[in-house]
């Protein structure tokens, strides 16, 4: 079973930053928090990952409560290109990924 | 970034014929290649870890002699669906392990089965 929980939808206005929660209460100190989303009909893409520490890179950034029992993806400017599900995954080691049923994003114009 | 590549896209084939699915790490090796499953509006669910140059571990629920798969290099892992009926149609997507210390996983881009 996945360990996180998000919302099932969200809709962000194209232009705006999109903010898109993860509750993972269980996580242990190993744990890193991983983001993945998936366009419709294409594998998974590979957005950011943290610790403990706040992370941004060219697509995102990701932001993890200090207690680390939650976090926040943001795309700060979100395009109709960005609708997609995403996935809020925690993982340990060289592990498969255990997807849960994601947020679907939609981007409206 | 790293690439994966799957091949057949997609494909059409009729009950009780074998389909074969690959997938390939262009410029990374991957002793470790993982196969999921994804049925229309659902998650993916994992199907089995591939380990290169031995054999694959399967989920509960999967049938090791139904799905067979394959990593006989480190570049490469085949998924064949044998005896493929109608509800073997489905999304089917590898990644592979960079084998780096994120424990980032790159993704193929899937392969669309569909069984008549």
């Known amino acids: 079973d996945a360990k996180t929980t998000q919302p099932p939808s969200m809709d962000c206005a194209e232009g705006r930053a999109a903010n898109l929660p993860c509750n993972h209460s269980?996580?242990?100190?190993?744990?890193?928090v991983y983001w993945y989303r998936q366009i419709h009909s294409q594998g998974p893409q590979y957005i950011i990952h943290?610790?403990?520490n706040n992370e941004t890179n060219e697509m995102a950034s990701l932001i993890i409560t200090e207690d680390r029992k939650s976090s926040t993806l943001i795309l700060p400017h979100a395009t109709l290109r960005d609708t997609a599900v995403y996935y809020c995954?925690?993982?340990?080691?060289?592990?498969?990924?255990?997807f849960g049923k994601g947020t679907r994003l939609s981007v409206i114009a | 970034g790293a690439v994966v590549s799957q091949h057949p896209s997609r494909v059409i084939c009729k009950s009780g014929t074998s389909v074969k699915i690959e997938c390939r790490s262009l410029?990374?090796?991957?002793?470790?290649m993982f196969w999921y499953r994804q049925f229309p509006k659902q998650s993916l669910m994992l199907m089995a870890t591939?380990?290169?140059?031995?054999?694959?571990?399967?989920e509960q629920g999967v049938e090791k002699d139904k799905f067979l798969i394959n990593h006989a290099s480190l570049t490469l892992s085949t998924l064949t669906v044998t005896s493929a009926h109608p509800e073997d149609s489905s999304f089917y997507i590898c990644?592979?392990?960079?084998?780096?210390?994120?424990?980032?996983?790159?993704f193929g881009p899937g392969t669309r089965l569909t069984v008549t």
């Open positions: 990644s592979a392990d960079s084998g780096a210390s994120s424990y980032e996983q790159y």
């Open positions: 269980t996580i242990s100190g190993n744990e890193y």
């Open positions: 943290g610790l403990k």
């Open positions: 995954i925690v993982v340990s080691g060289n592990t498969p990924l255990v």
């Open positions: 410029d990374f090796q991957a002793t470790t």
């Open positions: 591939s380990n290169e140059g031995s054999k694959a571990t399967y």
